[in-house]
């Protein structure tokens, strides 16, 4: 039976630090290789076989997790949160990194992190990029309004980016010199061209066949429209990796983070380690969810009585969580059921 060799990879944008060892920990390989393509299968035909390999998740790690991977007996990728015995090291540089992580690899302590296949990634790329372009076009709009207000024009703000109001503006408005009027038509042809954009890349990724019937079956909860169902997908990848409501609401960002010692207890505010991406459209979906779900409107309300609008919002936001988690797992549309001890009217 082949002995297993351990590597770890400490990645960076042009070098990857790397140390191979066996199940004792002795060293058989370390040194530094390009962070390409080509010198990674030069470097692997060097390795004795077979190997594992274990790396921080980092900006580069994708493209080196998916391109390592068919040659490897297993690949992990490690939660840089969880590595402290890195970050708290007294003396730490590359070849220390990559000696602990496969210290950490071979005795089966490293802090595994999911990773999302590649259809996913790639996926989670274009809507993430359609976030972008979402906020660019806002702050544009912005800026329109930051011009018209350093000149002094008087406008009404509920009518400024519509196309007929904003032509009439510029044609009818004395107080608009051609200085101004032409940067204003540049900011407006910007917000146009990318809100264009942005409803080409919603459009590709709702019809995309991987993704359009597990869509479709989100977007039959109250409150959940195709952005709030795409980043569901795309973020979660794998619901089956939740093990339960309470973890995928932890993931999401919507609970406080605890520190206790003795009988001492304190809770904080929203815990930072969350995916920002669900935090964001999980609260924007629970703050219109009230209006569209006579069930979610009755927990903000309940819940407003209790303590405050801000509280109340996570509520109902924790309760579109439990929505999501349930139709993703059991593979079937949102479903109202009728309480069987409820009066009629």
Same mark, same amino acid.
């Not at 000149?151 to 051609?178: M, P």
């Not at 969810?289 to 009755?298: I, Q, V």
């Given at each position: 039976m082949q002995s297993m060799y351990?590597?770890?990879?400490?990645?960076?944008?042009? %070098?990857?630090?790397?140390?191979?060892?066996?199940?004792?920990?002795?060293?058989?390989?370390?040194? %530094?290789?390009?962070? %390409?393509?080509?010198?990674?299968?030069?470097?692997?035909?060097?390795? +004795?076989?077979?190997?594992? *390999?274990?790396?921080?998740?980092?900006l580069f790690t994708g493209w080196i997790y998916d391109h390592l991977l068919p040659h490897a007996a297993a690949l992990k990728v490690a939660h840089p949160l969880m590595l402290r015995a890195i970050a708290a090291a007294k003396k730490k540089n590359d070849r220390i990194d990559a000696h602990k992580i496969a210290d950490c690899l071979r005795c089966d302590f490293l802090p595994e992190c999911y990773m999302a296949s590649t259809e996913i990634r790639e996926r989670r790329?274009?809507?993430?990029?359609?976030?972008?372009?979402?906020?660019?076009?806002?702050?544009?709009?912005?800026?329109?309004?930051?011009?018209?207000?350093?000149?002094? &024009?008087?406008?009404?703000?509920?009518?400024?980016?519509?196309?007929?109001?904003?032509?009439?503006?510029?044609?009818?408005?004395?107080?608009? @010199?051609?200085?101004?009027?032409?940067?204003?038509?540049?900011?407006?042809?910007?917000?146009?061209?990318l809100g264009k954009t942005e409803s080409a890349l919603v459009r590709s990724l709702e019809r995309d066949p991987m993704l359009r019937e597990r869509i479709g079956r989100l977007m039959t909860i109250p409150a959940v429209g195709p952005i709030m169902a795409l980043t569901w997908a795309l973020e979660v990848g794998d619901v089956g990796r939740f093990s339960s409501i309470k973890k995928a609401i932890s993931y999401c960002g919507l609970c406080s983070a605890e520190r206790s010692s003795g009988e001492s207890l304190q809770r904080t505010p929203l815990s930072k380690q969350r995916n920002r991406h669900l935090q964001t459209i999980l609260i924007e979906a629970a703050k219109?969810? +009230?209006?569209?779900? +006579?069930?979610? *409107?009755?927990?903000?309300?309940?819940?407003?009585?209790?303590?405050?609008?801000?509280?109340?919002?996570?509520?109902?936001?924790?309760?579109?969580?439990?929505?999501?988690?349930? &139709?993703?797992?059991?593979?079937? @549309?949102?479903? &109202? &059921?009728?309480?069987?001890?409820?009066?009629? *009217?």
């Open positions: 351990y590597i770890g990879l400490d990645v960076h944008k042009k %070098t990857i630090s790397y140390c191979v060892k066996d199940g004792s920990g002795r060293i058989h390989l370390e040194g %530094t290789i390009p962070a %390409t393509r080509m010198d990674l299968d030069r470097w692997r035909r060097t390795l +004795p076989q077979p190997w594992t *390999a274990a790396m921080e998740a980092t790329r274009t809507l993430r990029y359609r976030n972008l372009l979402v906020r660019q076009a806002v702050q544009m709009k912005n800026k329109i309004a930051v011009l018209l207000m350093e000149a002094g &024009v008087a406008y009404n703000k509920q009518k400024l980016h519509r196309a007929g109001y904003f032509r009439e503006l510029l044609a009818t408005n004395q107080e608009i @010199d051609e200085g101004l009027r032409s940067l204003l038509g540049l900011c407006h042809e910007t917000v146009v061209r219109m969810a +009230p209006r569209n779900s +006579p069930a979610l *409107a009755t927990i903000y309300d309940r819940e407003k009585q209790k303590s405050n609008a801000n509280r109340a919002t996570l509520a109902v936001a924790r309760k579109i969580v439990a929505y999501l988690v349930a &139709v993703d797992r059991r593979q079937k @549309d949102f479903l &109202v &059921v009728e309480n069987e001890n409820s009066t009629a *009217a």
